[in-house]
């Protein structure tokens, strides 16, 4: 697949493709013409680091874990990263109840000051 195709695929950009690839987080083969050719395995894999980097988690850290992931199973050190896989997941858990308590500061100023009542969402459950 193009880097075009990725793109659409992903909502990613060819620019932060190619940054990906750049830094080692995906790979891509090399047509006759010298375009990239993405496998189909590139879209859960540029998924996956784009909900790590939105998650606030640096490109290195990412490198480091992406090979303990996927279908195939661990390809690289996986027990060696596993202390600070398990520090970021504890980091991200303090976020998401950060998170959770300044939506239901919000939820209440909506419903005692506007009289609007939030729906309680289904999608996160701290």
């Known amino acids: 697949m193009k880097i075009s195709q990725l793109a659409e695929a992903t909502g990613a950009s060819p620019r932060a493709l190619r940054y990906y690839e750049e830094v080692g987080l995906i790979t891509a083969s ?5 375009y990239r050719d993405y496998d189909e395995t590139a879209v859960q894999t540029v998924e996956l680091i784009r909900s790590m980097l939105d998650s606030g988690l640096s490109s290195d850290i990412i490198k480091l874990i992406l090979p ?17 896989v398990l520090t970021l ?22 419903q005692s000051e506007m009289g609007l009542v939030a729906k309680p969402s289904t999608t996160h459950k701290p």
């Not at 303990?68 to 600070?84: F, H, K, M, S």
């Open 68 to 84: 303990c992931t996927g279908d195939a199973g661990p390809t690289g050190d996986c027990e060696g990263i596993g202390r600070q």
């Open 89 to 110: 997941r504890e980091e991200l858990t303090s976020k998401l109840e950060q998170i959770s308590l300044t939506r239901n500061k919000l939820d209440e100023y909506l």
């Open 30 to 34: 090399r047509l006759s013409n010298g």
